[in-house]
């Protein structure tokens, strides 16, 4: 028997918890796996040899349904690109030397793009050398829906399940007055739309949601904009509008850089990059100047990633799955891939649990379709309702003592 490592990477969600189940409920069953190591912050635990023995900890179904339950990475995380093996494999010979030292051959890295590109620079550095014995498998986790060759990724789920509950209650506001004015609503997505377009999903049950929807991928005209609003100003007196944090206009630049050249800011963070403001507080001020109008600019920012009292069930139960999917793979001497979603089909929603080879992931990024995205560029299509309606599925159960949930903690920081 030997030991199986497992860790987490990236932003957390309400479901990467899940998946760091579904490893452990394979390990735990399986006659080829003694204990299940869990590296504290990721790759930058397994450099610093930073393990706990998590089936040590998590040893009845209680304890692993509230761990399940439980939002972000409990086993902490990190944002680090390890050095290109062809370039320099000082890092991939540390890491591997350390697997030897643990007697570990099974790593499971649950994350998103970054973590996938881990894995596979893990796994070409053992299959460039001969070392067959040390298995590295993927598990994918993103609330931004981005990851390459499947079909959605866990967290996404609970996170558009957010979203579209959170339009649903702001659309309630502001209905009791008979003129509210324009509330812009920024959502995470520098790049891909799709928790924008998860906006949409407060529509369903007779909801109005929102009134306009931009998503990153589409060039966006502030001029339209503008128009859109005053035309809805002139019809209902209010507007509510879903937009992503990574608008960009049509010169290609995001539209809060366009900005922060106009207003310009000193400030700057610990990496030397200046602060600008976000595209929601940017078109604040272009309503206000433009419109004279009441408006107001929120940000659900955080919120988003790790709402577990609003999880959707479907998201934890895939989550789970596809854990469970990436040590089968490994015990049946898979390496190198990434456990992955294939949709066959949404009305009756069917999916299999199959893996892709995780090169083909690493460094790609899922946008959405064009045919997603209505011809105007400021709303979502019927497919992408009928792709999100399955995802949000089911409530989850939350763990409460004194009326506050209560979360499953591996380790103290």
């Not at 912050?41 to 040899?49: A, L, M, R, T, Y």
């Not at 991939?92 to 793009?113: D, L, M």
């Not at 959707?312 to 190198?336: F, H, I, P, Y």
Request: hydrophobic fraction near 35%.
């Amino acid at each position: 028997m030997a030991n199986l490592l497992v860790a987490q990477s990236g932003g957390p969600t309400a479901a990467i918890n899940a998946t760091l189940t579904g490893v452990l409920e394979i390990a735990q069953i399986s006659n080829r796996i003694d204990n299940v190591y869990g590296a504290i912050n990721g790759i930058e635990g397994v450099f610093s040899e930073n393990f706990i023995v998590v089936s040590d900890i998590v040893r009845d179904t209680k304890t692993m349904d509230a761990l399940a339950n439980t939002p972000a990475s409990a086993l902490g995380s990190c944002r680090y690109k390890m050095k290109d093996p062809t370039e320099d494999d000082s890092e991939c010979k540390r890491v591997i030397e350390i697997f030897r030292k643990h007697n570990i051959e099974t790593f499971i890295y649950i994350g998103g793009n970054d973590s996938m590109d881990t894995v596979s620079k893990l796994s070409n550095y053992c299959k460039i050398n001969g070392i067959e014995d040390i298995r590295i498998m993927g598990a994918p986790k993103t609330i931004d829906n981005d990851l390459a060759k499947t079909d959605h990724c866990p967290g996404f789920g609970s996170a558009a399940k957010y979203i579209g509950t959170t339009f649903a209650e702001l659309e309630r506001d502001i209905a009791v007055y008979k003129s509210s004015g324009v509330l812009i609503v920024e959502i995470m997505g520098r790049n891909a739309g799709w928790l924008t377009a998860a906006s949409a999903l407060s529509r369903l049950n007779g909801g109005k949601g929102p009134d306009l929807i931009y998503l990153c991928e589409v060039p966006f005209s502030t001029d339209k904009f503008i128009s859109n609003v005053k035309e809805l100003l002139d019809k209902k007196g209010s507007a509510i509008v879903a937009i992503s944090e990574g608008l960009r206009c049509p010169d290609g630049r995001y539209l809060s850089e366009q900005m922060t050249e106009q207003t310009s800011s000193d400030e700057f963070d610990v990496f030397g990059h200046k602060y600008i403001a976000g595209a929601g507080q940017v078109l604040e001020e272009v309503v206000r100047k433009q419109i004279g109008c009441k408006v107001r600019s929120i940000e659900l920012n955080l919120m988003q990633r790790c709402a577990s009292h609003v999880a959707s069930a479907t998201d934890l139960n895939e989550a789970k799955m596809l854990g469970m999917k990436a040590v089968q793979c490994a015990l049946e001497g898979r390496t190198g891939e990434m456990a992955i979603i294939q949709r066959l089909s949404s009305s009756p929603y069917e999916i299999k649990f199959s893996s892709v080879d995780v090169n083909l992931v690493a460094n790609e990024e899922k946008t959405v379709p064009s045919d997603y995205i209505n011809e105007e560029g400021n709303d979502v299509t019927e497919k992408m309702i009928e792709y999100l309606k399955p995802l949000v599925e089911g409530e989850t159960t939350t763990y409460h003592i004194g009326g506050i949930p209560t979360h499953v903690v591996l380790y103290e920081k």
